[in-house]
């Protein structure tokens, strides 16, 4: 079973920047492509970005391309997104999730149900 979490959140004013960090233990991290979600409140759950096992592949959704960037270190068993340029939109509970495939990374989907292990969650607050 792999064990996912995540780190990094805060609250920070409108156009700063934070460093999400998803740290995995308990299973074989390269088996695994790793995407974020966040959920706001009172919203379902939405992808964010995702990286393929090796990390050469990724894929953002149109809100986060050119603010956030998503990277893995496999040696530390660890997935990054560096978000840049924060909007008051993205206050959210951001959530990192690994699937056993690069399917998803590849076509750019982002599929709940294709995700088979999560994380808790870290909070994202961007306000003035």
């Known amino acids: 079973q792999l064990q996912l979490v995540e780190s990094g959140g805060g609250l920070v004013q409108p156009g700063g920047s934070l460093r999400l960090a998803c740290a995995a233990s308990g299973g074989t991290f390269t088996d695994y492509s790793i995407a974020w979600f966040r959920q706001a409140p009172g919203k379902e759950r939405e992808g964010v970005s995702s990286?393929?096992?090796?990390?050469?592949?990724?894929n953002y959704k149109d809100f986060a391309k050119g603010r956030f960037t998503i990277s893995r270190d496999n040696a530390k068993n660890t997935v990054y997104l560096q978000m840049n340029n924060l909007k008051p939109e993205d206050t959210a509970i951001y959530f990192c999730a690994a699937a056993p495939s690069d399917f998803g990374v590849i076509v750019g989907t982002f599929r709940i149900e294709d995700h088979h292990f999560w994380g808790q969650g870290t909070q994202v607050t961007v306000s003035s």
């Open positions: 990286i393929s096992t090796s990390g050469g592949n990724t």
